[in-house]
Every structure is written in structure tokens, then in C-alpha cells.
């Protein structure tokens, strides 16, 4: 041995050997607000992807914003069947997304995978 300390990249003491947790409160009224409006998004995004892929489709925020033009990055796995059938359901949900008022306001970016099952 060397001598020196184990590089720890999360730093924490020598008996660590996890990476140290910090969560980041609320700093503001506006931004708690700006979380909850993504939120609604997000559960608006969901439903209209229901109504695209089917009852299967799951989603979840990847990045939430609380200001700017884009508001968040959403993953959505949806069940797929063919390339072809995947590409047309996809146009509908982006269809929908863009003419759905509450989404226009809150723009999110989506992510599609294919769903496990």
C-alpha cells in the first residue's frame, strides 16, 4: 500500500462507502408552484399516451424545471408492436400533446422506450 487514503468521488469519511445523499428543498413559493404545474403535465402527458399506445403505457419525469421554455424531460415506455404501428401511434400522441392546452403552457420533451412486459 501507498499509504493513501481510498479515493472516494462522494467523499464521506473512511467507514463510508456510500455515496453521501443531499436533497434540495424547496428554495421558493414560485418554484414549489412551478414543480406542482410540471406535475400536472406530467399526469396529462401520461393520459394522453394511454389514450395513444394503450392501458400499458408508464411514464415518469427524468428533469423537472420550474421556469423556462421547456419545463421538463419525461420518459414514457409504451407497449410496442412494430416499427410501423409504433411510428403512427407516436404521431397521435404528438399530435394530441401539441393541440392540449395545459401541455402548449407547460412544454415537456418526451423520451419513448419500449415497455417490458
Known sequence: MSGLPPIRPWGGDERSDRPEIELQGVRSEAEALGRWEVRAAQFRALELARQAFGLGARGSML?????????????????FVDLEAHRAREDTFLAMAANDPLLRQIPLIYVLGAAHE
Open 63 to 79: 428533469a423537472v424545471r420550474h421556469r423556462g421554455a421547456i419545463r421538463g424531460l419525461m420518459h414514457l415506455d409504451v407497449p
